[in-house]
């Protein structure tokens, strides 16, 4: 076997290990942080909006923050926006193809409109070629206006809820925090930083082997490997025609992504926007995200012609950044 051919099979094992080690770890965080917090007295449905939902989203965090610090922060952007075109291309429209998705009116008043506030700020403020500090800072702004909203919605909903609903609250307040779950919050934090470096180092490796730059790896391989843990989770519930947790998961995926994930990232290493993001990632990000809604919005569902609309969408998309 040649020294190229053996370089490129270490960096596919590298690149597949980084991959199921991020999928494992974001399992594991979500598990161990969210019944450590109801042990340690937080409500389950203040866990559900805050904690799982933040967790949810540590695989683009720990690839994107990495990226940024260690290699390129091209990488970091690239993996976001991709990301967020491939949550909605990809897992909302392969979950479509599986099972067409009803979608609430609460899903769309509540939620939707945060996704449409990020993907706009987010286009606006990298207009100048570039994403600062401050820039960040206006993300994180959205991202405490966001979870301040769904804490209050939680509340208000408890509030309301029938009494069997509060008895199993209550319940779940009961479990205690055990060493168990603080085992399973460290492996998956450790899980997550070992698989985003091996992640960003086995794509990177693979793709520049091929002569592929920082962006194109940034918007496919990352992209694609951070959004494993969304489409897994959406493609089982749309087997089981839970069609509301899918739509979910992707529109609170996508929010998280732009306000936490970058603004955290923009704070720790300005973020450089290229060309080429503003002139075609960009406005691919707002024709997706609008495009979706407008489905979303037509029959209150997301049929199976739509998921494949989404699917061949991302395919153009995929064909267009090509270099």
Do not use: C
Request: hydrophobic share 55%.
């Amino acid at each position: 076997m040649s020294a190229l051919a053996t370089l490129l099979s270490f960096d596919t094992a590298l690149l597949v290990a980084g991959i199921v080690a991020l999928y494992l770890g974001a399992e594991a965080l979500v598990e161990g942080a969210s019944r450590l917090a109801i042990g340690l007295g937080l409500r389950a449905a203040i866990v559900g909006v805050t904690i799982v939902a933040f967790a949810t989203t540590t695989p683009e965090l720990f690839v994107a923050v990495l990226s940024g610090l260690g290699y390129s922060s091209d990488l970091g952007l690239g993996a976001i926006v991709g990301s967020n075109i491939a949550n909605i291309g990809l897992v909302l429209g392969i979950s479509a193809l599986i099972q067409p998705m009803g979608v609430s009116t609460t899903t769309l008043r509540r939620h939707v409109p945060f996704m449409i506030a990020a993907a706009v700020a987010l286009v606006a403020l990298g207009m100048d070629g570039n994403l600062s500090a401050v820039d960040g800072g206006v993300l994180l702004l959205i991202l405490v206006a966001f979870t301040g909203y769904l804490l209050y919605r939680a509340r208000s909903a408890k509030a309301d809820a029938l009494g069997t609903d509060e008895i199993d609250i209550e319940d779940e307040d009961e479990v205690s925090a055990q060493l168990r779950d603080v085992v399973y919050l460290g492996l998956g934090l450790l899980l997550l930083f070992v698989g985003s470096n091996w992640l960003i180092q086995g794509g990177q490796g693979l793709l520049e082997s091929f002569g592929f730059g920082p962006r194109f790896i940034g918007l496919t391989v990352l992209a694609f490997g951070t959004s494993l843990p969304e489409l897994a989770a959406s493609v089982i519930s749309a087997v089981r025609g839970e069609s509301e947790f899918s739509i979910g998961n992707v529109v609170g995926s996508n929010i998280y992504n732009v306000v936490a994930v970058l603004g955290i990232l923009a704070i720790m290493v300005p973020v450089n926007v290229p060309a080429s993001t503003i002139s075609l990632d960009f406005p691919a990000l707002l024709v997706f995200t609008f495009g979706v809604i407008g489905l979303m919005l037509r029959n209150r569902n997301v049929s199976r012609l739509d998921g494949g609309l989404l699917v061949g969408g991302y395919l153009v998309f995929f064909w267009l950044i090509l270099p």
